[in-house]
Structures are given as structure tokens and as C-alpha cells.
């Protein structure tokens, strides 16, 4: 099993910015692709960010494109999403997506969310 803790949301003003982070914990675990969705209040959960394993690859929606920033740190088990030039928009709950290898086998793990909240 792997944990994920997510922190770093909050309330910020439109242009603001914020820093999400998610820890990933457990025994015996590799990290794959990681990244970030978000579910905007009524609607479906959506793609933010991805970055592959190395980090040499990411992939971005197109409303976030330019304004966010997905990075890791994989001796930490740690993913980050820097989130700049916020939008009343990008209100959501944000939640950290890994993709972890357990002995032989790949699983998909999601933390609680954190919610982030961005006034106009």
C-alpha cells in the first residue's frame, strides 16, 4: 500500500499563488507517472498535471498550461504542483495521482484532496 498526503491549499486571492505537495509513503513502493487532478464544484474530476517517472516528460491541460508547474522529487517520494496567475476558475479540490510499482505489480493510488479556493 502507499499513503499520499496532500497539503499546501488554501484560500488565495485571483493572480495569487499556491504550492500543493504530496507525500507518498508506504514499504517496498516505486513511484511511476505521477500528477494532479482536480474536481471543480459540480463537476467531474479532471486532468491538472502529469510528469513521468524521470521527469523528463509532463503534460498539462490547456487551462493550466503556462500558469502551473508539475515537478518531483524522487528521493523524497514527494510531487509538487505550483500553481501561479490564479484564476477564480481553478477552484477545486485538488487531488495527487501516482502510479506506484508493489514487487511485480502497478497500482493507482489518490490522496484525500486538498482544497483550493481562489476568489475573485
Known amino acids: 500500500q502507499v499513503q499520499l498526503v496532500e497539503s499546501g491549499g488554501g484560500l488565495v486571492q485571483a493572480g495569487g499563488s499556491l504550492r500543493l505537495s504530496c507525500a507518498a509513503s508506504g514499504s517496498r513502493f516505486s513511484l511511476n507517472d505521477v500528477g494532479w487532478y482536480r474536481r471543480p464544484p459540480g463537476k467531474q474530476r479532471e486532468l491538472v498535471a502529469l510528469i513521468t517517472r524521470d521527469g523528463s516528460g509532463t503534460t498539462y491541460s490547456d487551462v493550466v498550461q503556462g500558469r502551473f508547474t508539475i515537478s518531483r522529487d524522487n528521493a523524497k517520494n514527494m510531487v509538487y504542483l505550483q500553481m501561479n496567475s490564479l484564476k477564480p476558475e481553478d477552484t477545486a479540490v485538488y487531488y495527487c495521482?501516482?502510479?506506484?510499482?508493489?514487487?511485480?505489480?502497478?497500482?493507482?493510488?489518490w490522496g484525500q484532496g486538498t482544497q483550493v479556493t481562489v476568489s475573485s
Open positions: 495521482y501516482v502510479q506506484a510499482t508493489l514487487g511485480i505489480t502497478k497500482h493507482n493510488y
